[in-house]
């Protein structure tokens, strides 16, 4: 079995690393184009897209882009408060 390559935080959680995860998971995938949004604690976000070359090009979300891609991926009643 291929070693995962991975980060380790201050705290002692690990985290594997995105371009590898993608590649472990491929199979899930279908063969369609692979992408993902990443949201960082600021509220800042990133649409990360699969590359020529099995890289990752990312592009940075205003709020709104961020908003419009998780309705697009959860639908509008995921954002509905409890």
């Given amino acids: 079995m291929k070693e ?3 980060i380790t935080m201050p705290d ?3 985290h594997e690393l995105l371009p590898e ?3 472990r998971h491929r199979h899930a995938f279908g063969g369609g184009g692979i992408w993902a949004v ?3 604690p ?3 976000s990133f649409l990360c ?3 020529d ?3 990752m090009d990312a592009e940075r979300l205003d709020h709104r ?3 419009a891609k998780l309705i697009e991926m959860y639908g509008l009643s995921a954002l509905k408060g409890t």
């Fill in 4 to 6: 995962l390559r991975c």
């Fill in 21 to 23: 995860a993608v590649q």
């Fill in 53 to 55: 070359g099995g890289a």
């Fill in 12 to 14: 002692g959680q690990t």
């Fill in 49 to 51: 897209r699969e590359a």
């Fill in 38 to 40: 990443v949201i960082m």
């Fill in 42 to 44: 600021d509220g800042s």
């Fill in 65 to 67: 882009q961020t908003i």
